[in-house]
């Protein structure tokens, strides 16, 4: 995990973010922490990368053909 710089003020005490937008703020801030490893390690491994994308996307395609297949209407009329 990334390292997060830690916010002190005059005393050395650690401020504490409350409420909704801190919450929110510190959520964002995860999610592209996250992203930017997530890109490091596509750019590191680009063969893993491209074969976890065409697992994922075959699997999604078998997925959505089963449910399409279990979704029509067993009784054909022509």
Request: net charge positive; no cysteine; hydrophobic share 45%.
């Amino acid at each position: 995990m990334a390292r997060k710089s830690l916010g002190t003020g005059f005393t050395g005490d650690i401020t504490q973010e409350t409420g909704v937008a801190a919450k929110a703020r510190t959520a964002v801030d995860r999610v592209r922490d996250e992203a930017g490893m997530v890109a490091a390690h596509a750019v590191d491994h680009p063969t893993a990368t491209g074969s976890a994308i065409a697992a994922v996307g075959l699997l999604a395609f078998t997925v959505g053909y089963m449910i399409g297949l279990s979704s029509s209407s067993r009784e054909r009329r022509w």
